[in-house]
């Protein structure tokens, strides 16, 4: 089984069958993660936060969670460092309110570890977390409804409607799902269906600079079948929920998920089905400030060049990511065809995008992240940073980790057996480790166990930086879970 | 880019030949690396990698070829025997195919061919050269005395090895690290091991030698032998210039015209003498290895003046990431810098030489052997080639790698046409180059049939393959040792085949891939549409519209008749004659057309009355040009842009809502037959990211602008105006347009210049009524358009085809469909002469024979 971010329509149906059905069925269970689709960080790095799909329907909602950083790594720490490497895929920590009982030895429930837990939408498909004002909003695109559910979140803590902060497990209301209420909308138009992918960023960054710049966010969606959406959401009196603003159509079908070059501002969006990626355009209308003069716009496809698909009218692209350093002007292209990461530069904002490396990869990539991180050792106060900018590829077939070097095209560590990894997040680390904190992690969502796996990538940062690691394996390790892994048989 | 390539005996083919029994490595998971070794199986012992040539690889030979094949997924190495066809299990006990497990991302095999008993793996993973016997790859063979037992057979080291190399002598390993910018020396003991028994952190067991690059970085070199010293002396009035000669110029064969000559070199000017034309004279003196048939076909020579030279940031440190052995001297590739670092290599040292420069950093690299410098040539007269991939870019380069010319190490112009002169033209980017020498050395023309040999696909000499980004290999021409036979004779009269009457075979050049019958001509009947009437063109150039057409002239030189072709008619379209420069593509000159790209979503009005902002969209690199970029350009008047007005720009969306109402709005709004009132902008002077107008009509401002006085956004698009935009599919909208350092747009006289003569010099998009235009590809004259005025709708229309094809392997091709593909090495086996591409993306590696050139097999 894989998650291709796009359940069977079946159990879309069902879902919305289930949406007129008189049994409500059963909530989530608080603390439990059930088919995790996506992951995010707070703004301070000191919240993860998961949104469970509930991909199999198994409940009536999916859940969005709150995690403390600091406590998982600590008492994953506590919980799994001594343990052997070829043991940590079974060691972990669940949050104490997941009661059950076929918890393990090796799955300690620990308390503090979930801060808070809301239910949401079935099918979840992506997540974008941003500076909202004082505090930070998490968005998200639902499928079940085709709605945009954003969250408010204050030191680890949802706001998404009434409900004590403390009642784990309550309902987001209506008023945090956007797009679905066509009266809400300006220009009389709906959310399409199938979101698939969110890009959010600050609406100052759209403005000519000869305008004013507003406060507050603009929120992009990618759909399925070949569409972008808009949202402006912008505080505004009482008013702080996104307003719908524009939806474009004629894009590329099977659109994957949206990314924002921050140089150009323009977003691109990756198409599993065909040879060209959408590129998308937000006209801001910052002197009138009236949504129904913004506009996005078809800024035109680009072609890779320089790869092979193995057919001239179908392509694959899953994600893409820009360089974080301003100043490298390339994308990095998860593509399954060929299966690989490409390496392209967009210097140039031409239709052609000239691929400058490609660095094959294993089964079933699909989800890509760009971070530079610091490899000197973090313990050493004097030692001067040592940035390297590494991409870390999920690949849910192969279940394994891949970590590239990308500035010199090279593969540099592999962590396997991960069970059905999909989603992550690099958490550049905290702290000293000899003072509590830790180092470099990824954080991965495993689709097919129902876990986070939390992978140490210290070992790697030593080799780095020179030094030998002590058990003298360079490649990141598995540190342990959150969560406990349980096997999911074959839908029928 | 292994030097003892000999071994590529990675050859699958040897049992391929005999009832190919499939092999098929289920576990492969993103090969690499790929090293052999020979095995006597009666006696059960490793032997020399020579012992196995010449063997056609059957399962009742004696020897078996075996190949090492780096898994950088799971960090283990497999063994194909490619006698038997098999996978070699390490390990019986374990259920399934069980590969040797080592360092992780393994990077590179070396197994020495003199010496195998003991491998070398380098892992990129683990910072490591790791020593094994080499038996522990094969268990049914003895290992004899073996190494000694130790858990920690490997060497660490401090950055992760990109590339291992057998120093000459075999007593050494190199071992490239990028990070570190250093390659370290790895002395081997006599037992065959590394370093320090059971203490494999001994930093005494590899010497690093530090990978320096001179301050300054040197610049690349073209090329050149030393030009004439002679000039023209001026005429007096009243005199009429004479010819005095033909001169070598540094780079071609140029006519020299004037009254008097003055200069040291003037006796030496070629004259016409023996019956042979001066210019034949001094192209012979200053050869081209050619091959072109028939002999009245003029083509280009490459020259080339400034190489491509990119300059990294001051500071940027050394990045060697890959190693060539080329005798005794050890080549370096640079990742990060524009060198290809030299060192003179001994087992205990590596002594640093001149580095090549070949003006970019380098991906890869093939060495040629010494081949004549002519068709037909021996070997008193000889030339020596590097070629290597621009790691900026994916193109290919050629150096002059021949010690003691006097232009050892500079780069070579290889390319004729539009475009950089120093990069071999190839369909697409190259991941990786090989050199095949099929049947070299040999006779030339060694035909058994002639008519069955002297084919395009059939490859004997020198060649250089190119695996590409889109999948392909393609070949490209060193020394065809057919080439004599092929077209004829010299005069190219009598070929051998019937159809092969145009041949193209040039040194550098891509070699094409079938018999050549017909020159590069329009597909169907070029048109010439006016108002939605299609006009076809006759062979006068007369429009059946009635409106504009073609006028007859004279094809350009370097170009030749496209259209009509008819006899008695004059060209009205003519295109380059070469055809490694010709495309096939369709192009359009289309009346006051848009300029591909120059478009913007979110234009509005700027600050003062006269400008537009437009937001991020590089007018410049569009080619967008306005009437005082063009008047301050100092053009003269044979420049192609001379006495242009410059571009428009006009408004190509709806104004807002809350204009729907005005009357003097209404025109503006796309009506039920999809038209809008269009009112054109004159572009006074472009940039990056606004123009300036000469006026915006009132009503377009009143009409964009909101009742608060402030403008909306809206979409522009710039157009050419009282002229013809040409757009070819493939060439595009060509152009000398650059940006300035403040972002205005202006023509690159100086960068780019125009030369007469040189056609791929006129990169022009706009086609004026009534003088000729001229680009990199095509020609032609408009007449009759002098009528045409805003808003006429009129086009000119052509295809031009029967380009020839390049000669290329498809490495994803399996039966009736393909798949995509990485490829990520190529392999030449000398022993059968095959190729093998390495296919990261299917796993498999891919067989082709190469007389003729196609696909054998796959394993995968």
């Known amino acids: ?492 | 880019m292994r030097v003892y390539l000999l071994v590529s005996l990675l050859v699958l083919g040897f049992g391929c030949r005999q009832n190919p029994t499939v092999v098929v490595p289920p576990s492969f998971e993103r090969p690499g690396a790929v090293a052999f070794f020979c095995v006597d199986v009666g006696s059960s012992s490793i032997v020399p990698l020579a012992e196995c040539e010449g063997l056609d690889g059957v399962s009742t030979e004696d020897r078996a070829l075996t190949a090492l094949v780096a898994q950088t997924a799971s960090g283990e190495v497999a063994s194909v025997d490619l006698r038997l066809d098999r996978i070699i299990d390490a390990d019986l006990r374990v259920p399934g195919f069980t590969f040797k497990r080592v360092g992780e991302v393994p990077t590179a095999i070396v197994v020495n061919p003199l010496n195998p008993v003991v491998t070398y793996v380098a892992s990129f993973g683990s910072r490591r050269v790791e020593y094994y016997d080499t038996a522990d790859f094969r268990e049914d063979v003895d290992r004899g005395a073996g190494l000694a037992a130790t858990a920690t057979p490997w060497v660490e080291l401090p950055d992760g090895p990109t590339d291992l190399v057998l120093s000459p002598d075999g007593a050494a390993l190199y071992a490239a690290l990028p990070t570190l910018g250093a390659v370290a020396i790895l002395p081997i003991n006599p037992d065959g091991s590394l370093g320090t028994l059971d203490a494999p952190d001994d930093p005494s067991a590899y010497t690093l030698v530090p990978v320096t690059a001179p301050d300054p970085l040197p610049v690349a070199t073209a090329a050149r032998r030393a030009p004439f010293d002679a000039r023209p002396v001026a005429c007096s009035e009243g005199e009429d210039p004479r010819p005095l000669g033909v001169l070598w110029t540094g780079q071609s064969c140029v006519a020299l015209e004037g009254c008097g000559c003055e200069g040291a070199d003037c006796d030496a000017l070629f004259q016409d003498a023996g019956g042979l034309a001066a210019i034949d004279r001094c192209r012979s003196a200053f050869p081209t290895y050619e091959r072109v048939c028939p002999t009245n076909i003029e083509l280009r020579r490459p020259t080339l003046e400034t190489p491509t030279q990119v300059m990294p940031a001051p500071g940027t440190p050394p990045a060697p990431m890959g190693l060539e052995l080329d005798g005794d001297t050890l080549l370096v590739l640079d990742q990060a810098l524009p060198l290809i670092h030299r060192f003179s290599a001994t087992s205990a040292a590596l002594t640093p030489l001149e580095p090549f420069a070949p003006g970019v950093p380098v991906r890869d690299v093939a060495l040629t052997p010494e081949v004549p410098r002519i068709v037909g040539g021996d070997a008193s007269d000889v030339e020596r080639f590097l070629y290597a991939i621009d790691a900026t870019d994916g193109s290919v380069l050629v150096l002059d790698a021949l010690e003691g010319s006097p232009t050892f190490g500079a780069v070579l112009p290889v390319h004729g046409g539009a475009g950089a002169p120093d990069r071999v033209r190839l369909l697409d980017r190259a991941r990786t180059i090989e050199v095949l020498t099929p049947g070299f050395p040999g006779a030339y023309c060694d035909l058994e049939a002639p008519e069955a040999a002297a084919a395009p696909d059939r490859l004997r000499g020198v060649f250089v393959a190119a695996g590409l980004g889109n999948g392909l290999v393609e070949i490209v021409d060193v020394h065809d040792l057919d080439a004599t036979c092929r077209g004829g004779d010299t005069n190219c009269e009598g070929p051998p085949v019937a159809s092969d009457v145009r041949v193209f075979i040039r040194r550098h050049a891509p070699r094409i891939g079938s018999y050549v019958t017909t020159a590069a001509a329009t597909i169907g009947t070029p048109t010439f549409s006016l108002e939605g009437n299609t006009g076809r063109l006759t062979n006068t150039g007369a429009s059946e519209s009635g409106g504009p057409g073609l006028e007859p002239g004279t094809c350009p030189p370097f170009f030749a008749e496209a259209f009509p072709n008819a006899a008695g008619a004059m060209p009205l379209i003519c295109s380059v004659a070469e055809p490694w420069s010709a495309r096939q593509e369709r192009w359009q000159a289309t009346w006051e057309g848009p300029i591909p790209g120059a478009r913007s979503g979110f234009a509005h009005f700027g600050a003062d009355d006269r400008t537009i902002e437009l937001g991020s969209v590089r007018f410049c690199a569009r080619g967008v040009l306005g009437r005082d970029d063009v008047a301050g350009a100092g053009l003269d008047e044979a420049e192609p842009e001379f006495g242009y007005g410059g571009d428009q720009l006009l408004v190509v969306s709806d104004p807002p809502d809350s204009k729907r109402d005005d009357p003097t709005c209404e025109p503006f709004f796309l009506d039920e037959n999809g038209a809008r009132e269009e009112l054109p902008m004159e572009i006074v002077q472009s940039m990056q990211e606004r123009v300036v107008v000469a006026e915006i009509p009132e009503r377009v401002r009143r009409c964009y602008t909101n009742d608060d006085g402030v403008s909306v956004l809206f979409e522009v698009e710039a157009r050419v105006r009282r002229a013809f935009a040409v757009v070819g599919t493939r060439s595009g909208f060509v152009h000398r347009v650059e940006a300035d350092e403040t972002g205005r747009c202006f023509i690159d006289r100086v960068g780019q210049p125009v030369i007469q003569g040189e056609p791929q010099t006129f990169r022009n998009a706009r086609a004026f009524n009534e003088r000729p235009y001229l680009n990199p590809w095509v020609s032609f004259t408009i007449a009759n358009a002098g009528g045409l005025i805003r808003g006429d709708r009129s086009q000119l229309s052509f295809n031009l085809g029967n380009v020839p094809p390049a000669l290329v392997a498809d490495v994803g091709t399996r039966g009736q469909s393909r798949v995509s593909t990485v490829v990520t090495g190529l392999h030449y086996s000398p022993t059968d002469e095959r190729l093998y591409a390495v296919d990261a993306n299917a796993d498999a590696l891919v067989q082709f024979t190469l007389a003729p050139l196609s696909f054998e097999d796959v394993f995968e």
């Open chain 1, 1 to 492: 089984m894989r998650p291709t971010a796009r359940p069977p329509g079946i159990l879309l149906l069902v879902a919305a069958l289930l949406g007129g059905c008189t049994n409500e069925g059963e909530p989530p269970p608080v603390g439990r993660l059930v088919f995790p689709i996506a992951l995010g960080l707070s703004p301070s790095g000191e919240h993860l936060f998961v949104a469970n799909s509930n991909f199999d329907l198994r409940y009536n909602a999916g859940s969005l969670q709150s995690y403390d950083v600091d406590v998982l790594n600590q008492e994953l720490d506590r919980a799994c460092r001594d343990v052997p490497p070829s043991e940590r895929d079974a060691c972990g920590i669940i949050p104490e309110e997941d009661v059950r009982d076929d918890l393990t030895e090796a799955i300690r429930p620990v308390q503090g570890l979930l801060v808070d837990q809301v239910r949401i939408g079935s099918f979840a498909d992506g997540m974008a977390v941003a500076p909202y004002g004082d505090a930070a909003r998490v968005y998200l695109p639902v499928r079940s409804d085709a709605n945009l559910t954003y969250v408010d979140v204050v030191g680890g803590q949802f706001d998404c409607g009434p409900g004590a902060p403390d009642e784990l497990g309550r309902r987001c209301d209506d008023a945090h799902r956007r797009g679905e209420d066509e009266a809400a909308t300006l220009r009389g138009i709906e959310l399409p269906a199938d979101p698939v992918g969110v890009a959010v960023g600050p609406l100052a960054d759209v403005v000519s600079p000869d305008r004013t710049a507003p406060e507050g966010n603009y929120v992009l969606f990618a759909h399925r079948d070949g569409r972008a959406s808009l949202f402006f959401d912008e505080p505004e009196g009482d008013s702080t929920a996104p307003v719908l603003v524009h939806t474009l159509s004629g894009l590329p079908s099977e659109l994957v998920d949206i990314t924002v070059d921050p140089r150009t501002r323009v977003a691109w969006a990756p198409s599993a089905r065909e040879p060209v990626l959408a590129r998308v355009g937000i006209a801001f209308d910052g002197a009138t400030r009236e949504p129904d003069r913004s506009f996005l716009f078809d800024a035109g496809g680009a072609y890779l060049s320089g790869i092979d698909t193995g057919s001239a009218s179908r392509g694959d692209t899953r994600l893409l990511r820009f360089d974080p350093r301003p100043e490298v002007e390339r994308a990095y292209i998860l593509a399954r065809r060929p299966r690989a990461l490409l390496i392209a530069d967009t210097s140039d904002a031409s239709a052609a995008v000239p691929v400058l490396d490609v660095v094959p990869v294993g089964f079933g990539p699909s989800r890509l992240e760009i971070a530079t991180i610091d490899v000197s050792d973090p313990e050493d106060d004097a030692s001067p940073p040592m940035l390297r900018t590494l991409a870390f590829v999920s690949c849910f077939d192969t279940r394994d980790l891949y970590v590239i070097d990308v500035d010199l095209g090279e593969l540099v560590g592999i962590v396997r057996s991960l069970g059905g990894p999909f989603e992550l997040v690099v958490d550049p680390g905290r702290g000293k480790p000899s003072e509590g904190g830790y180092g470099p992690r990824v954080y991965v969502a495993d689709f097919r166990t129902s876990v986070v796996r939390v992978v140490d990538l210290g070992p790697m940062a030593a080799c780095l930086r020179g030094a030998t690691p002590d058990d003298g394996e360079c490649s990141p390790q598995l540190l342990g879970v959150v969560g406990r892994p349980v096997a999911v048989r074959e839908l029928r």
